[in-house]
């Protein structure tokens, strides 16, 4: 899988472009990434002769346009996304918090004690 960012949002990465200059004899690779091929039409534009390779992201589309905050990465998040797969991750964001189970129970409890001070 190859993506970038664009400020939170993970873009999987459609094309790669290569472009090979020679600059004081000397030889110079760059690499430029392209997600649309609106993108990739641009490049091609002021590098006419690079190499254009398709990326394969497949099995990984469910991840396009999500956003991962810098804490979420520093944590691991999103290789716990890739590693994971779209429905177990999923699963895991909309399970309830313990904050959120607590307050459940809480209310369970009284309303146990409410419907026994009934009888």
Known sequence: MKYRF???????????????????????VKTFSAVTDEEKKKLLEHYPDAVVTEIDNTGYEWLDGMTFTQEQLKNGELEQAVEMGQEAYEEMLNAPTQDEINAMLMLEIAELKAGGLNE
């Not at 459609?14 to 000397?26: A, F, R, S």
């Open 6 to 28: 664009y400020g939170d949002t993970l873009q999987l990465i459609k094309y790669e472009l290569t472009v090979t200059q020679e600059h004081d004899g000397e030889e110079y």
